[in-house]
């Protein structure tokens, strides 16, 4: 079954701090790996998404850093706010296959003010 | 505005019932999905369909059921042999296979058994 596993499960930083969510795969054929905010009784939202051939994108205060050899890759939220504090999910699409994305289990962020 | 809107937004669910969760989106989107959302387990797929009239069951379909008669409509039924449905529900769709990937996620169905 494809996986994508993702740590940690839950996270406290501090106003101001660096917040990083990291996820691992083993699926060589996954093509496209976004990240997914949600907060408390919403559905969740694209944040941010990466394709393997780039090692990293930044979209104002959210990086991806991607490394294909090791199959992880992680969410750098930088100058963390408490606006922040949501669910964050990672996930994964193999293009062969019809079903898409395969989610993370989610890391509860906390941005304490 | 398009987008995906799920009714209702909180179900109870007396045990032995059926119950039918709405999800209706205006995107022209060709897939669209039902996930199951439990604390601390993420999203688990029960049932996607590609096209109209046609589905395919996900990672944890047993006791639930789908229909796909309209583009823009993908209903699911948590049936009675559904043991444990007590759990926040989420519609999504996507463009499709061979478009771009980005899933759009409705607002969610918190359905509880009483």
């Known amino acids: 079954q494809q996986q994508v596993k993702q740590s940690p499960q839950s996270l406290i930083v501090q106003k101001g701090g660096i917040s990083i969510i990291n996820c691992a795969y083993e699926?060589?054929?996954?093509?496209?790996f976004p990240w997914y905010q949600q907060f408390p009784g919403k559905g969740p939202a694209l944040l941010i998404a990466?394709?393997?051939?780039?090692s990293e994108k930044k979209e104002g205060r959210f990086t991806i850093s991607f490394n294909k050899s090791a199959k992880q890759f992680s969410l750098h939220i930088m100058d963390s706010q408490p606006g922040d504090s949501a669910t964050y999910f990672c996930?994964?699409?193999?293009?062969?296959?019809?079903?898409?994305?395969?989610f993370g289990s989610g890391t509860q962020l906390t941005v304490l003010p | 505005d398009g987008g995906i809107t799920q009714s209702p937004k909180y179900l109870f669910r007396k045990e032995g019932q059926n119950v039918t969760l709405s999800c209706e989106q205006n995107?022209?989107?060709?897939?669209m999905y039902w996930y199951r959302q439990d604390p601390g387990q993420g999203l688990r797929l029960i049932y996607y369909?590609?096209?109209?009239?046609?589905?395919q069951k996900g990672d944890i379909a047993e006791g639930y059921s789908v229909s796909r008669e309209k583009k823009e409509s993908f209903p699911l039924t948590v049936t009675s042999a559904q043991k444990n449905p007590t759990a926040f529900y989420l519609c999504?769709?996507?463009?499709?296979?061979?478009?771009?990937?980005?899933?759009?996620f409705g607002q969610g169905t918190r359905l509880t058994v009483v």
């Open positions: 999504a769709s996507s463009i499709g296979t061979g478009g771009p990937t980005e899933a759009f």
């Open positions: 699926n060589t054929a996954f093509d496209y």
């Open positions: 990466i394709r393997p051939d780039v």
């Open positions: 996930a994964a699409r193999d293009k062969r296959s019809a079903r898409q994305l395969t």
């Open positions: 995107l022209n989107h060709d897939a």
């Open positions: 369909s590609q096209i109209v009239n046609d589905f």
